[in-house]
């Protein structure tokens, strides 16, 4: 099966492994062994280990060594996983069902902690970032832990009378605690959803396959919509869409299921038993891999649910017990009479990293295959799950409804995503709305269409003319978004929201809502602040030692300023910019558009990407801090781009001329200070190779000398 894999562009690997810790009696390989659970520690690093018994753990998983250890007492067993609340720093755990226990790092006798017997029986706890721990009993009754400690022997009511809770997840959306569980009743699973603050509880039944049942469910949260994934007993994973934002009240509604992955290739077939999500194109499951003839094997495997390939797997001899857990680039699982924890890597996916630049991997794309043969024209018929349709043309059937009505009713479609070809779907909506905005100037619903490419996963050859409205509407907003969501934006539209974003004044740009996440983390902000620092470092060296120093105009401003350069635009500016940066692209079509650029517009851009150089080269890991900031290869391939569309120009204008002195000065310093690194590497490398020829019995002191 590894051989006959198909791997694209090493999208996911397996890297190294190793022991965490021993297991007790009864936490090893089998169905009925293994951990109760795994759970996030106060730190990072730090993760909860809770067994079958008496002990919870706390280990540092770098160290790979225990920091604190807990117990009940004999007689007494921890019936649901130790969390740690991330507030206060407080570890929670129940034993015995009902007798709750809060203690803190210095407290060691778990007996003399804070306790409280409380009314029913308790499932699991979940503990939020900032929405604090969520109590979650068998029952299906739910309770923030504040509340329940005000009374811990209220009444708590009994939801899923004789249904059986199998798993739960607690999330934050929009500040508002939301809390999933999944039940069993008679071979049927049914889904619950909670929203704690508005005590607003769904139910809903998760359509089935005959003679197949759910083994593992895990759950993520976007865009006021959860995406539910279920793990089969017929070999494969289903995916579930839940919108948060219902507007009908129904006792029950059958959510429809559609195809994720098909755990199976070239004749072999896995058999999972856990799985968990790795990023919007890859999962890890954990199962038993069969093929005809041959005995079964427990693996480890990474899929890439885009492509429906094996990425890559790992043999485990000494069996598991079938349970994973995922936290911070990390799996844990049990293999044998140990913990083990395996590192992983996962790179993005798309045909951009074939034929051009690939977007940033943080940025989103276009996550599903579409269907190009069955786009439908203008005219499209959505049917709603509540057997109601509307039906929407360019101009009959927009004009005759309300266009508050018609809103309201496609935000409920979307919300569903369940029909097929979706995203095809979709695209015609958004074409049919904008062939409207071109028929009517007046009409434009910027936040409708803004909502549709935050939450949707389109791309430009979805809804080709929304990116030309947008640019006609100064809709920079828009812009952005479509820049950081759409792979596929031809080069003549990059050029054109580059052009756009750097003729717009800055005064303007401040009363535009943008999302400045990407450069609010490193933008100077010296001006504000009039910090003063009296020596400028780059790459440890200080840049009054280089032979060619700067001149002494430059070296003044600098010491005013505080920093070897300020940033040349303000911060909405400079997001649109880092967006136009991210965006993919193919050098062969965008250089012939970028030799149009104004050489006003063409100076100001080289500056921005110099400053963005500079800051990425001030420390040793070259990379910005923020979300999603601009990667140095993106900057240094706009700076190539924008100096081969350019260089005549430049080296006539009288303002370039200093900037490119500059950028010659400060690569030329780099270029040295590189140039030391692999003298250094190469003696280092040399004295290893000696010291292997050495007789390893010999013993004495030697002292090197680098010159």
Known sequence: MCRERWRLANMAALCESFTLCGLGPGSGVGLDGGLLALEPGPDRDHVLLTDRGRTATLFKVSDQKPLGCWSAKHGQIITCPVVCNSETHEYIAVHDDKVLRIWKNTDVNL????????????????????GGPV???????????????????????????????????????????????????????????????????????????ELSKALSFTAYIKNQIITLLCLSSNDCVYKFLIPLQQNMEEEEQILPRSLLLNLSVSGSVLKGTSFVVLDKDHIAVLGSLATAGEESKECLTIWNTKFQTLQTSKELPLGTSGQIWCYEKKFFFTHGKVLTVVIYKCETSSLAAAVGKLKDSQAPDVSSFVDWNNLGDEELVISFQSQQSVALKPESGMTDASTTVFENELRQVMSKGQMPDFQATIGCVVTAIINRCKANPKYYPRNFLLQIVENQDLSYSLCPDLMVVALEKKDLHLLQICLQR??????????????????????????IDLNLESVICYLDIELNNKEVKTEIVENGFSTELEQDIWETKITKKLHVTGDSESCPVGPQKAALLNAILHSSYSETFLLPHL???????????????????????????????????????????????????????????????????????????????YSELNKIEGSLQELQRLNHQKDPHTYSVEVLELI
């Open 486 to 511: 759409f792979p596929d934006i031809p080069e003549e539209i990059t050029y054109a929201c580059l052009k756009a974003f750097l003729s717009i004044s800055d005064a303007y740009l401040q009363r």
């Open 111 to 130: 007996d003399k902690a804070f306790k409280a017997t409380l009314s029913a029986d308790v499932y699991r706890i979940h503990s939020l970032p900032k």
């Open 135 to 209: 109590v979650l009993f068998k029952g299906g009754g739910v309770r923030t832990l504040d509340v329940l400690l005000e009374a811990p022997q209220q009444e708590i009511e009994n939801i899923i009378s004789d249904e059986v809770i199998k798993w739960s997840e607690a999330f934050m959306e929009r500040e508002q605690p939301v809390l999933i569980f999944a039940t069993e009743k008679n071979g049927d699973s049914f889904v619950y959803v909670q929203k704690l603050k508005m005590n607003n509880l769904h139910k809903y039944k998760l359509e089935q396959q």
């Open 595 to 673: 030799k149009n650029l104004p050489a006003q517009q063409a100076v100001l851009f080289l500056r921005y990407l110099y400053y963005l150089y500079v800051k990425c080269s001030e420390k040793i890991t070259t990379t910005l801090p923020g979300t999603c900031p601009p990667t140095v290869n993106q900057i240094m391939d706009w700076l190539c781009l924008l100096l081969d569309a350019h260089f005549s120009v430049m080296v006539m204008l009288p303002e370039a001329k200093e900037l490119l002195s500059k950028l010659h000065k400060f690569v030329r310093a780099q270029v040295r200070f």
